[in-house]
């Protein structure tokens, strides 16, 4: 297997606005980021994914940007973010920006030229499609809830919009869009930036013609995901940026691809195709998704998530790269969703970190995730922030008449701000972000769960996480070894082997709060073993054949 930096690194995702403010007006900035650099060297961290930071009128938090090359005044300057860059570059952390280029904000230039007038020179940069009988073109459901096409007064035709209907959806069938995505991704490595996570990428091509969705129970609107989700000329789009852009630098590029499939996940990142580094997949953090979607809440099952990671790892294997995470800006904190946030928080936000970090892949922690952060549950919906979240209340509520309190759950388990709210750094007011009033308000359990008291506490997540990182450098095979699944069909424990050359490591994670006994298949044989990481005291002599686990416990052994 090619050895890569971006294979061995560890990255770490900063939501600039909810991360540190440095000037008391509530909102995280980037010289707030520029204070906390020391604290994410402490970490170990290799890599910054920073969400963006570009000017944007902020109705979808920064993932509508009306210019590209310029810095959102509430988060500072570009004199800022240049000083940020080479203080992470002193370090020795690398940055990977947000490229946004789905969709503009409708306050970009080239989208209020677009609007102006149908021959306009800036009109075909987007999508607009006259009504059908009086209605939109098709009967596409925007990612925030109603039509994804929004009428234009100006000149009587409807633009298309997959999120707000302020982000209106770019045409990359237009090879002149495309040109100028490059300039400015030339311009943004050319200022020092080590690469792009690309915002939902496998959408944009659209099938030309732009059919209607499948119609169930009625509805109004629909998902037409088939027909711009790794759509027909995606794969050519982006193997050209490769050879136009990517291809120049040595950066590491990551794509958010909704509903990939490992065969698609391959085409995106076989290195061998010239197009990405390796792909977010969705598959893990859908299970908890019953058919209508996000918001249809079903229990998630451990034999779901051993099925759907173990044929992630072994599909990619040898052919593509596996992005690891269990959080982001856009989903719950993973000890509230995953573990158990209540009696054994610290137990298994630990237990996650291994199961997670030991696999074949580039792991991803998300800010607050080394405190073992979790979700937040406001009283009222006036708390909250997020647009998706806010749209989704107002539908269900207004719309399909139900119970406020019945949404509310719905939000307390999946809503986004559960990963927004303020970083916790210390005990005082606000968790010391801020010196103001915060954009959102911070989590109340701040006061026990913050940075300076897990710095100060050795058994703490954030040091078990250090760990882990070291580890990951000490030892290739958590990196490059082959992975496989043992004791598939046991409904409490997830173990897997990793293996390269004459290294083994022998994975074993306790999904429950229940002590069921582990048990060694008898074709692992080893004369030497000796035990990497653990989240409760283990005597040394205690022997690997057979363990009774304690709840939500983990153990990574290395064998030979």
Same mark, same amino acid.
């Given at each position: 297997?090619?050895?890569? /930096?971006?294979?061995?690194?560890?990255?770490?995702?900063?939501y600039?606005?909810?991360?540190?403010?440095?000037?008391?007006?509530?909102?995280? $900035?980037?010289?707030?980021?520029?204070?906390?650099?020391?604290? =994410?060297?402490?970490?170990?961290?290799?890599?910054?994914?920073?969400?963006?930071?570009?000017?944007?009128?902020n109705?979808?938090?920064?993932?509508?940007?009306?210019?590209?090359?310029?810095?959102?005044?509430?988060?500072?300057?570009?004199?800022?973010?240049?000083?940020?860059?080479?203080?992470?570059?002193?370090?020795?952390?690398?940055?990977?920006?947000?490229?946004?280029v789905? *969709?503009?904000?409708?306050?970009?230039?080239?989208?209020?030229?677009?609007?102006?007038?149908?021959?306009?020179?800036?009109?075909?940069?987007?999508?607009?499609?006259?009504?059908?009988?009086?209605?939109?073109?098709?009967?596409?459901?925007?990612?925030?809830?109603?039509?994804?096409?929004?009428?234009?007064?100006?000149?009587?035709?409807?633009? =298309? *919009?997959?999120?707000?209907?302020?982000?209106?959806?770019?045409?990359?069938?237009?090879?002149?869009?495309?040109?100028?995505?490059?300039?400015?991704?030339?311009f /943004?490595?050319?200022?020092?930036?080590?690469?792009?996570?690309? $915002?939902?990428?496998?959408?944009?091509?659209?099938?030309?013609?732009?059919?209607d969705?499948?119609?169930?129970?009625?509805?109004?609107?629909?998902s037409?995901?088939?027909?711009?989700?790794?759509?027909?000329?995606?794969?050519?789009?982006?193997?050209e940026?490769?050879? @136009?852009?990517?291809? *120049?630098? $040595?950066?590491?590029?990551?794509?958010?691809?909704?509903?990939?499939?490992?065969?698609?996940?391959?085409?995106?990142?076989?290195?061998?195709?010239?197009? =990405?580094?390796?792909?977010?997949?969705?598959?893990?953090?859908?299970?908890?998704?019953?058919?209508?979607?996000?918001?249809?809440?079903?229990?998630?099952?451990?034999?779901?998530?051993?099925?759907?990671?173990?044929?992630?790892?072994?599909?990619?294997?040898?052919?593509?790269?596996?992005?690891?995470?269990?959080?982001?800006? $856009?989903?719950p904190?993973?000890?509230?969703?995953?573990?158990?946030?209540?009696?054994?928080?610290?137990?298994?936000?630990?237990?996650?970190?291994?199961?997670?970090?030991?696999?074949?892949?580039?792991?991803?922690? &998300?800010?607050? @995730?080394?405190?073992?952060?979790?979700?937040?549950?406001?009283?009222?919906?006036?708390?909250?922030?997020?647009?998706?979240t806010?749209?989704?209340?107002?539908? &269900?509520? @207004?719309?399909?008449?139900?119970?406020?309190?019945?949404?509310?759950?719905?939000?307390?388990?999946?809503?986004r701000?559960?990963?927004?709210?303020?970083?916790?750094?210390?005990?005082?007011?606000?968790?010391?972000f801020?010196?103001?009033?915060?954009?959102?308000?911070?989590?109340?359990?701040?006061?026990?769960i913050?940075?300076?008291?897990?710095?100060?506490?050795?058994?703490?997540?954030?040091?078990?996480?250090?760990?882990?990182?070291? =580890?990951?450098?000490?030892?290739?095979?958590?990196?490059?070894?082959? &992975?496989?699944?043992?004791?598939?069909?046991?409904?409490?424990?997830?173990?897997?082997?990793?293996?390269?050359?004459?290294?083994?490591?022998?994975?074993?994670t306790?999904?429950?709060?229940?002590?069921?006994?582990?048990?060694?298949?008898?074709?692992?044989?080893?004369?030497?073993k000796?035990?990497?990481? *653990?989240?409760?005291?283990?005597?040394?002599?205690?022997?690997?054949?057979?363990?009774?686990?304690?709840?939500?416990?983990?153990?990574?052994?290395?064998?030979?």
């Open positions: 297997m090619e050895k890569k /930096w971006w294979k061995e690194a560890v990255v770490y995702q900063i600039p606005r909810s991360f540190k403010d440095a000037d008391g007006d509530g909102i995280g $900035d980037l010289r707030g980021i520029i204070s906390k650099l020391d604290y =994410l060297k402490e970490l170990g961290i290799d890599v910054v994914w920073l969400s963006p930071v570009y000017q944007s009128p109705d979808d938090n920064g993932y509508d940007i009306s210019d590209y090359r310029n810095i959102m005044d509430e988060f500072g300057t570009m004199e800022d973010w240049e000083e940020m860059v080479s203080e992470m570059h002193k370090r020795g952390i690398k940055l990977v920006m947000d490229l946004v789905n *969709h503009t904000s409708d306050e970009h230039p080239w989208f209020i030229e677009s609007r102006k007038s149908k021959d306009n020179a800036y009109r075909d940069y987007y999508i607009w499609r006259p009504g059908k009988e009086g209605k939109e073109p098709n009967n596409w459901e925007s990612f925030f809830s109603g039509s994804a096409w929004e009428y234009d007064e100006a000149t009587g035709e409807y633009y =298309l *919009h997959l999120f707000s209907k302020k982000q209106p959806d770019l045409n990359w069938e237009n090879p002149n869009v495309r040109k100028e995505i490059y300039e400015m991704m030339r /943004w490595l050319d200022k020092g930036v080590d690469g792009f996570r690309m $915002d939902v990428i496998n959408m944009i091509s659209k099938v030309p013609e732009l059919p969705g499948e119609v169930y129970d009625g509805k109004k609107y629909v037409g995901s088939r027909y711009f989700m790794n759509g027909p000329r995606v794969h050519e789009f982006l193997q940026m490769n050879r @136009e852009v990517l291809s *120049h630098y $040595d950066i590491m590029t990551v794509g958010e691809t909704p509903g990939v499939t490992p065969k698609e996940g391959i085409l995106y990142t076989d290195p061998a195709r010239c197009e =990405l580094n390796m792909v977010f997949q969705f598959e893990h953090v859908d299970l908890d998704s019953g058919p209508g979607g996000k918001w249809d809440i079903r229990p998630w099952k451990l034999a779901d998530l051993k099925k759907t990671m173990t044929k992630w790892q072994k599909e990619l294997e040898g052919k593509g790269w596996n992005s690891l995470y269990l959080n982001n800006h $856009d989903q904190r993973a000890v509230s969703r995953f573990g158990d946030d209540k009696q054994y928080r610290v137990e298994s936000a630990k237990m996650l970190a291994t199961f997670l970090h030991m696999m074949q892949g580039t792991p991803y922690i &998300y800010q607050g @995730e080394e405190l073992g952060m979790t979700n937040v549950r406001f009283s009222s919906i006036e708390d909250y922030r997020d647009i998706e806010l749209n989704m209340y107002k539908e &269900y509520v @207004e719309k399909y008449g139900e119970n406020p309190q019945a949404v509310l759950e719905k939000i307390y388990y999946k809503g701000d559960n990963a927004r709210t303020p970083m916790q750094w210390d005990d005082s007011k606000h968790a010391g801020t010196d103001g009033t915060p954009w959102i308000q911070v989590n109340p359990n701040y006061k026990e913050n940075a300076k008291a897990a710095l100060q506490d050795p058994d703490s997540v954030f040091h078990y996480y250090k760990k882990l990182i070291q =580890l990951r450098k000490q030892h290739p095979v958590i990196v490059y070894g082959t &992975y496989h699944l043992i004791l598939e069909d046991h409904p409490l424990i997830y173990a897997y082997t990793r293996a390269l050359g004459n290294e083994k490591l022998v994975v074993i306790n999904f429950s709060n229940e002590t069921p006994v582990f048990r060694l298949p008898e074709d692992i044989v080893y004369t030497a000796e035990l990497l990481i *653990h989240n409760y005291p283990v005597e040394e002599s205690e022997e690997l054949h057979e363990i009774r686990l304690r709840p939500w416990e983990a153990r990574v052994y290395k064998i030979q």
